[in-house]
């Protein structure tokens, strides 16, 4: 095993035993249109087999779909936790590999994470690829990761999730390097395979926080605009980026997938003369696998500074599964600092409701908006709402400009709304209002004009 096979961007993947499905294609369409979807076989070990069991186990369907694979059948047992070592129990691994000659699966998905002795158990046990959720939601993040900074946030996490699972992964990592004139206790290939991967994770570590140094740039250049910052944030596929697009004019990408988007997008809108910049973020799912929340950490950054969040959550699905998913992503944002900011429920997709269904969910949720991005259904008072929340953090302005400083009056007008003058003996009297940061500055210019 070379250098070169962990630091060249990714080629080489063996080393991960990690369900890499269409992700590892490299963008080759036509090998997957050839081959086919993968078939998948879904376990899991479940307390109850109640509805949130079985929303999971739907959830897992679509993550497989969207990386690229079928499910062809399901075997679930109830039990109060998951088996230490096997995951399931002897019976139910016979009862799985029963399936194998009627469904030729390619995998055997788990909904849920599993131990490193527990996959190389199973893998052993079964003698087929064995993945968990995690490793599902990796290869769809590897799939829709678009910019620069993404892959890199994605091949972290990546290679995070794997250093955790090469101990004992293969034996021949156990055997001591050696040749002619080298014999005797020397690295060991699995200190060797443990070294590279940390030094990889380095080297992506420092990259990151060079674009995270940018990053921060910009957004402190935003927040010295003094306008107001409000952040989308909600479960995967809740339909966040085409009320972006529907507020914002953004060609953010709305494919009907889980993860669709990763990066996050910032655009500014202006009307009557307020501006509010609106950022679009990754979308959150149950157990969000914590490697993605620290890689991600950066880009999750714009929810963190926001000064009012959206959570978008889909209209058209069951109470139960929405309850459940706002809880994930109450535990998100608490992750990530941003628990204490104020939002607003934004239910989206009302479009899939009749009025009847529409009526019902206003009464049980009398403070949320309804919106419909594909009929414009809501939008209008949404826009309404943010309009007012940026005028709100104006402040207001009467100074006067003295003749001899009329540049100033750009400045002016380029930030303020409602601008208003009137000539005076000393100069222009102007009044209106400003962002507070744009006033104060403005305030001490013409002060030290006064001081000269």
Not at 52 to 76: F, H, M, N
Not at 287 to 298: G, I, K, M, N, T
Not at 365 to 391: C, F, K, N, Q, Y
Request: one cysteine or more; glycine letters at 8%; hydrophobic letters at 40%.
């Amino acid at each position: 095993m070379g250098k070169d096979r962990y630091l060249d961007h990714g080629k080489d993947r063996q080393l991960q035993r990690t369900y890499r499905g269409r992700a590892a294609l490299d963008g080759n369409v036509d090998a997957l249109v050839d081959k086919g979807p993968e078939k998948a076989i879904i376990i899991a070990s479940v307390h109850r087999h109640d509805e949130d069991a079985e929303d999971s186990l739907i959830e897992l369907v679509e993550l497989l779909r969207t990386a690229g694979a079928r499910t062809v059948a399901q075997v679930v047992q109830q039990r109060e936790r998951p088996d230490h070592k096997t995951y399931l129990g002897r019976g139910k691994l016979d009862e799985v590999l029963e399936m194998f000659p009627t469904f030729t699966p390619d995998l055997v998905a788990v909904n849920g994470e599993l131990s490193p002795g527990q996959q190389r158990a199973l893998e052993d046990r079964l003698q087929i690829r064995v993945v968990d959720r995690t490793a599902v939601i990796l290869d769809i993040f590897a799939l829709h990761a678009k910019t620069a900074e993404g892959k890199l946030q994605v091949e972290l996490a990546q290679l995070e999730y794997s250093y955790q699972r090469q101990e004992g992964l293969w034996q021949h990592l156990e055997r001591l390097g050696g040749g002619v004139g080298t014999r005797g206790p020397g690295e060991s290939q699995l200190e060797s395979d443990r070294r590279l991967l940390r030094n990889r994770m380095g080297v992506l570590r420092r990259r990151l926080r060079d674009l995270d140094r940018s990053r921060a740039i910009m957004r402190d250049r935003r927040l010295g605009s003094g306008a107001p910052r409000v952040a989308l944030a909600g479960y995967t596929n809740a339909g966040k980026s085409s009320l972006m697009n529907t507020l914002s004019g953004a060609e953010v990408s709305v494919n009907d997938a889980l993860f669709e988007t990763l990066d996050s997008t910032t655009r500014a809108i202006e009307e009557r003369g307020c501006r509010i910049l609106l950022s679009d973020t990754v979308g959150f799912i149950r157990d969000l696998p914590h490697q993605l929340v620290e890689a991600f950490r950066s880009t999750l950054n714009e929810v963190e500074d926001a000064d009012l969040i959206l959570h978008v959550a889909d209209a058209s699905e069951p109470e139960q599964r929405r309850i459940a998913h706002a809880l994930a992503v109450e535990d998100v944002l608490e992750e990530i600092g941003a628990a204490t900011i104020p939002r607003l429920l934004v239910f989206n997709k009302s479009d899939r409701l009749d009025d009847d269904e529409i009526g019902a969910l206003r009464a049980r949720h009398p403070d949320a908006l309804v919106t419909s991005a594909v009929t414009g259904v809501g939008v209008a008072e949404l826009r309404e709402l943010l309009i007012d929340l940026a005028r709100e953090r104006l402040t207001a302005l009467d100074v006067v400009i003295p003749w001899s400083a009329g540049g100033l009056l750009s400045e002016i007008y380029r930030d303020g709304r409602d601008i208003h003058e009137t000539e005076t003996e000393f100069g222009l009297r102007v009044t209106g209002l400003m962002p507070p940061a744009s006033a104060a500055r403005l305030r001490t210019a013409i002060a030290a004009l006064g001081n000269q």
